[in-house]
């Protein structure tokens, strides 16, 4: 099994119950990380290890299991082997659950002015930023340059977007208000850049208006059909309908969209798999590859359109389904047995935007506020690994609810080149 995250994690937990097969896992860290709550890690709610649990502890006492951390890089159909830094692993079946990285749209330079979310590396520099970006302002004696550290922009208007927006607007105006004395830090303008007519577009519409009133409510001024045409340093230059503007931005987060991993360009070189447009491995109705039965491909990398329906999103709970199918579909295999295509049980879909404002799209029910908060607040808990990353997360989220503090509010390394352009640096 390639990768760790939810498809890989829930696929290996299945596989290991069953004596009858030898299960190895393999990822570049030595962690599962629950990547839904990332930006409360990059705005200082949560510790990292409030949300990663040590592969190897969750799948403790599972004899027939090893965990290797390294990078897969490439594979050998022929041979049925795959290549890892240092070392090769040979398969009688390959599960392939390696996840996807930003897309920048051909714009790769912007990465460094702009970084994403996907890692608690990526969580952590935005930590950095955000929290910097505050602390320099208390220093900075020029007007324009303060108010361009106080300048926060979001870019993408999906579920990660609109809760990095509002997780912002809230440390501007409830958790930080009184701690600075040169500026007010509800002076902060926080923004949303969302290219299509709405934020959430994948929602019901009447529940993007709702994310977009209470992201509204936080301060936050939400750009639709507004677009991201260049990102130097800290200038940002947007672009809506005809008419472009530059804005000097010292904090701009990127949450606008994914690639598929390089291992699958390595699937596309090696067994001929195709891939859409954004390098995802299109499937078989069985997850399995074309003339490839032996090869899966779950969870965000997987392509999977069937029944005429759009493809799946990349989403945590597509990924768990699809684990958990592939492992009783190779047990059922082993008894000779067959197995419908796979289908996906949608439970709905939720983003938070702060504290009891959340929207939820379950089935015919749409809820909204404080309804929408707390089912969102119950969902992420269970589908939490260990117990107790739930107990932890659960206090943390006590208490930051009853007293609006965010504890983890740590700087550990101070960014150069925007120290670089403080007036009074010396």
Do not use: C
Not at 123 to 134: P, Y
Not at 162 to 177: N, P, Q, R, Y
């Amino acid at each position: 099994i390639v990768g760790g995250g939810f498809g890989g994690l829930y696929a290996a937990q299945r596989l290991s119950r069953d004596r009858h097969y030898q299960v190895t896992v393999i990822d570049k860290r030595n962690y599962h990380l629950f990547q839904p709550l990332l930006y409360q890690v990059a705005t200082g709610t949560l510790s990292p290890g409030d949300i990663a649990t040590p592969i190897r502890a969750v799948l403790r006492g599972r004899r027939n299991v090893q965990v290797l951390q390294a990078t897969v890089r490439d594979l050998d159909p022929e041979a049925r082997k795959v290549f890892y830094d240092g070392g090769e692993a040979g398969y009688d079946i390959l599960i392939v659950a390696s996840g996807v990285k930003h897309h920048y749209f051909g714009n790769e330079q912007w990465r460094e002015h702009a970084p994403g979310l996907k890692t608690v590396e990526h969580a952590l520099e935005m930590r950095q930023r955000i929290f910097s970006a505050f602390e320099e302002a208390e220093l900075e004696t020029d007007t324009a340059r303060r108010d361009a550290l106080l300048n926060f922009i979001v870019v993408g208007g999906g579920p990660t977007g609109v809760e990095l927006a509002g997780a912002i607007g809230e440390l501007a105006h409830h958790t930080l208000h009184r701690d600075f004395r040169s500026f007010d830090p509800r002076q902060a303008r926080v923004q949303l850049i969302e290219g299509a007519a709405h934020i959430l577009p994948t929602y019901p519409e009447d529940l993007s208006r709702a994310a977009r009133h209470a992201l509204e409510k936080l301060g936050v001024d939400v750009h639709t059909q507004t677009l991201v045409t260049a990102i130097d340093g800290e200038q940002i230059t947007l672009r809506s309908g005809e008419q472009e503007q530059q804005q000097r931005a010292a904090t701009v987060l990127w949450a606008a969209g994914v690639r598929a991993s390089r291992f699958g360009q390595a699937l596309a070189r090696r067994v001929d798999a195709q891939l859409d447009n954004g390098g995802k491995v299109i499937v078989n109705e069985d997850l399995s590859l074309p003339a490839h039965p032996e090869i899966f491909v779950i969870g965000d990398l997987a392509h999977y359109e069937h029944g005429g329906k759009p493809p799946l999103p990349g989403v945590a709970p597509v990924a768990i389904q699809q684990g958990r199918y592939v492992a009783r579909l190779l047990q059922r295999r082993r008894r000779n047995k067959t197995m419908r295509p796979f289908k996906y049980f949608d439970k709905g879909s939720m983003a938070v935007i702060g504290r009891n404002a959340a929207v939820a799209d379950i089935g015919p029910l749409h809820l909204k506020g404080f309804p929408a908060w707390i089912t969102w607040v119950f969902v992420h808990v269970m589908y939490l690994i260990e117990f107790d990353n739930k107990l932890l997360v659960m206090t943390q989220w006590a208490w930051n609810y009853f007293t609006r503090k965010r504890g983890v509010r740590l700087i550990t390394s101070v960014p150069v080149a925007r120290t670089a352009g403080r007036s009074n640096r010396d």
